[in-house]
């Protein structure tokens, strides 16, 4: 794919959705910080619901360490893999209490440096809770980089790499949204909606059915 289709495709979902972010429900960074480490393998939508009642008791690292890890798991159990997962907010929370001042680090070696964050959570806070141009290559991004051509690899890593190389400094900001929110409506896994899609004629995906 050429620097013109790929600018093309960028402009055309800015046109769109001109201001996309997360569908993560959150109010501050550390409030992303859990969502995010929440969602992994498990939709926004069970997040958001596990969020709405947690958030309103204990959005805060001190609030949250003082529930303990029994009492965070029963806001979270209708999440996949909820009890790693309190089990490492709850490590997260105590961390930040004693190095950071509660706060959320903003550099990704500090972020990955917490238990539940890996590269693609520290390149999410990044970008939505700072404002930085990262692009996190999550399952969606990773299918439809591959599938039209935009930034093939075989890692979510190599595509993170060719994405960060290949999109116009101007749309890194917001590209990460723009992807998922794609990928996730659209460009959806079994059957992508070709007929859909404003993207269609730029794609390079060999099995479009329109």
């Not at 992994?40 to 003082?66: G, Y």
């Not at 141009?133 to 930034?151: E, Q, Y």
Request: glycine share 4%; charged share 25%; net charge positive.
């Amino acid at each position: 794919m050429n620097a013109a289709k790929r600018r093309e495709i960028f402009l055309r979902l800015q046109a769109a959705n001109p201001h996309p972010t997360t569908e993560l429900e959150h109010a501050s960074p550390f409030e992303l910080l859990v969502a995010v480490i929440l969602s992994a393998q498990a939709t926004d939508k069970s997040v958001n619901l596990a969020t709405r009642e947690l958030f309103p008791v204990a959005r805060t690292p001190q609030a949250i360490f003082d529930l303990g890890e029994a009492e965070l798991r029963s806001y979270v159990q209708r999440i996949g893999l909820y009890q790693t997962k309190s089990k490492h907010i709850i490590q997260m929370c105590r961390i930040l209490l004693e190095q950071d001042d509660g706060q959320v680090p903003q550099t990704r070696e500090a972020l990955e440096a917490l238990p539940g964050v890996g590269r693609k959570t520290a390149n999410v806070i990044l970008n939505t809770a700072f404002g930085q141009p990262t692009i996190a290559v999550d399952t969606h991004i990773f299918r439809i980089s591959n599938r039209i051509g935009l930034a093939p690899g075989k890692d979510v890593v190599e595509v993170e790499k060719k994405l960060m190389k290949f999109v116009p400094d101007e749309f890194k900001q917001d590209a990460h949204h723009w992807l998922i929110l794609h990928g996730r409506y659209t460009c959806i896994a079994r059957k992508p909606k070709c007929g859909d899609c404003i993207i269609q004629d730029l794609c390079e995906y060999k099995k479009k059915e329109l």
